[in-house]
Nanobody
Framework: QVQVVESGGGLVQAGDSLRLSCAFF????????MGWFRQAPGKERELVAQ???????SEADSVKGRFTLSRDNAGNVVYLQMNSLKPEDTAVYYC????????????WGQGTQVTVSS
């Protein structure tokens, strides 16, 4: 059974940086696409960025140029580097995994809170 565990959230000021980590357990990491989602109060959950097993990434327009997603296939970890944070980035951030053969993210972490003050 796949398990993903996030860490690294916190309270920062606008313009600061944070790095979120997501540890992956249970199956062959290279067989999974990894994604970061976020959900702000009163809003729907949105995909922030995702990365294939080969390292190809895609990001939401709202974070392009500020957030960078990377993965360490040897360590089974995914990192979301968030720079130039804005108050509108405040949300619960979730790490998720999907098998490369599927389109749905089936495995989710518990979420980590990121709060950006102005």
């Amino acid at each position: 059974q796949v398990q993903v565990v996030e860490s690294g959230g916190g309270l920062v000021q606008a313009g600061d940086s944070l790095r979120l980590s997501c540890a992956f357990f249970g199956r062959t990491f290279s067989m999974y696409v990894m994604g970061w989602f976020r959900q702000a109060p009163g809003k729907e959950r949105e995909l922030v960025a995702q990365i294939t097993s080969g390292g190809s990434t895609s990001e939401a327009d709202s974070v392009k140029g500020r957030f960078t997603l990377s993965r360490d296939n040897a360590g089974n970890v995914v990192y979301l580097q968030m720079n130039s944070l804005k108050p509108e980035d405040t949300a619960v951030y979730y790490c998720a995994a999907r098998d490369i053969r599927t389109t749905n993210y089936d495995y989710w972490g518990q979420g980590t809170q990121v709060t950006v003050s102005s």
